[in-house]
């Protein structure tokens, strides 16, 4: 089993900065890609970032591409999202989570492990 819990969600103007965490316990996440995901009200789950932890691959939304950086902290078993140029359409809860066959995949269905969310919201 892995649990994850996220921090460092708040509200921030727009062009702003933010910075997620990703806490993970339970196991090591060297065999594991970790994505990010977020979920604005009424509307669907959409991916993010991924990022496989053993190599480094990182994938992005297009959406994000060139403001969002995502990271991951060995020693530390921690993932993180750097959130550069925030818009407020990147107002949304977003989660964390783990896929044990390091695919780095944009589909949710792929992640066996998921935080609890944190709440990013973006004033204009």
């Known amino acids: 089993q892995v649990q994850l819990v996220e921090s460092g969600g708040g509200l921030v103007q727009a062009g702003g900065s933010l910075r997620l965490s990703c806490a993970a316990s339970?196991?090591?996440?060297?065999?594991?890609?970790m994505g990010w995901f977020r979920q604005a009200p009424g509307k669907e789950r959409e991916f993010v970032a991924a990022i496989r932890w053993s190599v480094g691959i990182t994938n992005y939304a297009d959406s994000v591409k060139g403001r969002f950086t995502i990271s991951r902290d060995n020693a530390k078993n921690t993932v993180y999202l750097q959130m550069n140029s925030l818009k407020p359409e990147d107002t949304a809860v977003y989660y964390c989570?783990?896929?044990?066959?390091?695919?780095?995949?944009?589909?949710?269905?792929?992640?066996?492990?998921w935080g609890q969310g944190t709440q990013v919201a973006v004033s204009s």
């Open positions: 339970g196991r090591t996440l060297r065999s594991y890609a």
């Open positions: 989570a783990a896929d044990g066959a390091d695919r780095a995949a944009s589909s949710a269905l792929w992640y066996d492990y």
